[in-house]
């Protein structure tokens, strides 16, 4: 096994996309000399936010709304907020540039090496790459129109409403309006309306419309809140060293989530702490094994248990493995050019670990 610390020509290595145009063949033939040079992985953590923003407007009529209407929670002056709605942590694997490797097989041997399409290796004699389970990520949503924004608010405004100056006149009027548009449903359910729709269908709009009417109306008095969401995906390469609460982004009750240097916003922030040390595999005689002779190199990582807080509480974690804080070894590459019993082998995309060996026969 030979560690690669230049960037070295592979332009002689047969390079082939398979079916599913997702990975790329690397296959050791005449004109590479039969050996193969790849990027072992450094693992990236994605670190999903999904931040809810929050605004709130009064009403026209908000010093009426307990007169009126007997609303007591009226908003009575506009504001934003924003809070963090869900985290979601990750990991994908990025070639690490300092850790190229050459790996020497057989002369003769039709032995390949499947990359993924960020390039990082994840089989090894076989087209049936790692199935990556994919975790279903939040969606950002806009906000919902409020009642006042509706084309029902404009049929509620009546033209005595429209022509009066007075501020207390018109709260009166809508306030009136609001206990007609009641009773107008209240006579509907009951069969009492003089204009009944002649079918199901037509009774269900006209009462939708007149609860919408009624919707637009009670926001003059109530005030509106309007709620949305904001996604990013921050990817981040740790390296060996603990980290302790590195601010992610900020969360602003008016732009969202926003860059780490932006202090208009409430910190989110990660911490790492290593939690899981690997060693190298022992011989038969308890000894740690020797990285074989032009060996197949693949990582055995590490394990870290990653916290993402905001406004000073813990809002998620989980544990996972990390390349680069683990220890790289290697298989013989007699493994996999045994004419008897080839072997094949399936990666860890993102930490290059190993996740199947086995004769290609029996390969699950």
């Given amino acids: 096994m030979k560690k690669i610390l230049a960037i070295s020509a592979i332009s002689a290595l047969a390079i082939m996309p398979v079916a599913s145009q997702t990975a790329q063949r690397l296959t050791a033939n005449k004109a590479s000399e039969y050996a193969l040079i790849y990027s072992l992985p450094v693992t990236a953590l994605d670190i999903t936010v999904e931040a809810e923003l929050t605004e709130r407007t009064p009403g026209e009529f908000f010093n009426y709304a307990n007169r009126h209407l007997g609303i007591t929670d009226a908003i009575r002056e506009p504001g934003r907020s924003a809070t963090v709605r869900s985290v979601t942590i990750g990991t994908h694997g990025e070639p690490d540039e300092n850790s190229r490797w050459q790996v020497q097989f057989k002369k003769g041997s039709a032995a390949y090496i499947m990359l993924d399409p960020r390039g990082v290796p994840v089989a090894v004699n076989t087209d049936k790459t790692p199935e990556i389970k994919s975790v279903q990520l939040p969606v950002a949503r806009p906000a919902a129109p409020s009642p006042l924004e509706t084309e029902a608010a404009r049929q509620a405004v009546t033209q005595e409403m429209t022509r009066s100056s007075s501020t207390a006149k018109r709260a009166e009027l809508a306030a009136q309006r609001v206990f007609e548009l009641r009773e ?156 008897k019993s080839p072997s094949m082998l399936q990666l860890d995309p993102a930490t290059g670990g190993i996740l199947q060996l086995a004769p290609i026969e029996i390969q699950q």
């Avoid at 993402?308 to 813990?314: A, K, L, M, P, V």
């Fill in 184 to 339: 107008m449903r209240s006579d509907l359910l009951s069969g009492q309306s003089d204009n009944t729709p002649p079918d199901g269908r037509a009774m269900q709009l006209v009462l939708d419309n007149l609860s919408a009417q009624e919707a637009a109306l009670t926001a003059m008095f109530a005030g509106t809140t309007k709620t949305s969401t904001a996604v990013r995906t921050i990817s981040i390469v740790p390296d060996s060293a603990e980290i302790d609460r590195m601010v992610l982004a900020r969360i602003s009750p008016v732009d969202g989530i926003v860059g780490a240097d932006d202090l208009s916003g409430t910190p989110l922030t990660l911490s790492l702490r290593i939690s899981g040390s690997p060693e190298l595999p022992l011989s038969d005689k308890g000894e740690p094994k020797r990285f074989p002779k032009g060996g197949f190199a693949y990582n055995i990582p590490g394990e870290a248990t990653v916290e993402i807080s905001y406004d000073g509480e813990t809002i998620a974690s989980a544990t996972v493995p990390l390349a680069q804080l683990g220890i790289t070894f290697g298989l013989d590459p007699d493994l996999f050019t045994d004419k």
